[in-house]
């Protein structure tokens, strides 16, 4: 028996509806232009009407690279912890300019601040397993790494928090 193939269309959108639509998820959460533009390819409307809609969005205050870029680095510092590194990667990768991520970087006043590092990889070395202080101490620097902070910042930190810590890890004894 042959089975008939389903093609699962992509929602489509009339440039008005995509205006209307953005118009309410601008005005419930900040979005940025690229996230946008993004939203509207899906939608599968004319790049030339898409970067109409985005001049309008933009000319009404609904979209503001710039304060986005600000919201984006304040809810990344103070909630999720995250270093300049990512922060940057993330919101160049959203189509940010170079420009604004440096300003919205530079309003942080508490970016390079270790505390938060410190904290979360203390809360890491309680859960990760190792066989010895060196396999330790670089899944603690891979994992500060992968949390966007600088190499510097990360080595010092490891260092400071493994430094009385038991070289073998604590194992229960089986007694078979």
């Known amino acids: 028996m042959l089975q008939k193939k389903v093609e699962i269309s992509k929602p489509t959108k009339t440039p008005e509806q995509a205006l209307a639509s953005l118009m309410r998820q601008c005005a419930r959460m900040e979005r940025c232009s690229g ?3 993004r939203l509207m390819r899906g939608w599968q409307i004319e790049p030339n009407k898409a970067q109409e809609i ?3 969005l ?7 690279d710039r304060r986005y870029a600000e919201a984006f680095v304040r809810e990344k510092v103070s ?3 995250w270093g300049e590194y990512k922060i940057k990667a993330t919101l160049k990768h959203k189509g940010i300019s170079e ?3 440096r300003e919205a970087l530079e309003s942080s006043g508490n970016l390079h601040d270790t505390a938060r590092l410190k904290e979360r990889l203390s809360r ?4 990760v397993k190792y066989k010895n202080l060196y396999d330790l101490r670089t899944k603690l620097i891979r994992y500060g790494l992968s949390l966007g902070f600088s190499m510097d910042d990360v080595i010092k930190t490891v260092e400071d928090i493994t430094k009385n810590h038991p ?3 604590e194992c229960e004894e089986n007694f078979f």
């Open 124 to 127: 890491k070395l309680r859960t």
């Open 79 to 81: 909630l999720s912890a």
């Open 54 to 56: 985005l001049q309008q």
């Open 35 to 37: 996230d946008a533009l």
């Open 99 to 101: 420009e604004i991520i």
């Open 58 to 64: 933009i000319k009404d205050r609904f979209i503001d």
């Open 167 to 169: 070289t073998e890890p």
